[in-house]
């Protein structure tokens, strides 16, 4: 199974934008989709972990409360709606599926299947 990012581009500072996370077919099993970002030279970063168990959702305290994780299991699609972005979420954001580990979902550790990503940039 294929995860594809999408979704991803410009944006002013304080606006929105809706990524996307569609798998090319149903993931069976309990695991996790978890989103993670990194810019050049950094680690990657951890910010968002969605359960398929349960649906128990995970944030990182620098995107919680702006950022909201979701599915839709019909059509085997997990977004991230993120809003009032700031120039420091600009980053490639990557999708991929993973062990839940509840202890600690946002660790790339647990995580394989790492896809392309989607660039985002927000202007200030």
């Known amino acids: 199974v294929q995860l594809v990012e999408s979704g991803g581009g410009l944006v002013q500072a304080g606006g929105s934008l809706r990524l996307s996370c569609a798998a090319s077919?149903?993931?069976?099993?309990?695991?996790?989709i978890g989103w993670f970002r990194q810019t050049p030279g950094e680690f990657r970063e951890g910010i968002s972990a969605i359960s398929s168990k349960d649906g128990s959702t995970y944030y990182a305290d620098s995107v919680k409360g702006r950022f909201t994780i979701s599915r839709e299991n019909a059509k085997n699609t997990v977004y991230l709606q993120m809003n009032s972005l700031r120039p420091e979420d600009t980053a490639v954001y990557y999708c991929p599926r993973g062990e839940m580990v509840p202890a600690s979902p946002l660790l790339p550790l647990w995580y394989n299947d790492w896809g392309q990503g989607t660039q985002v940039t927000v202007s200030s």
């Open positions: 077919a149903f993931i069976a099993g309990d695991h996790a």
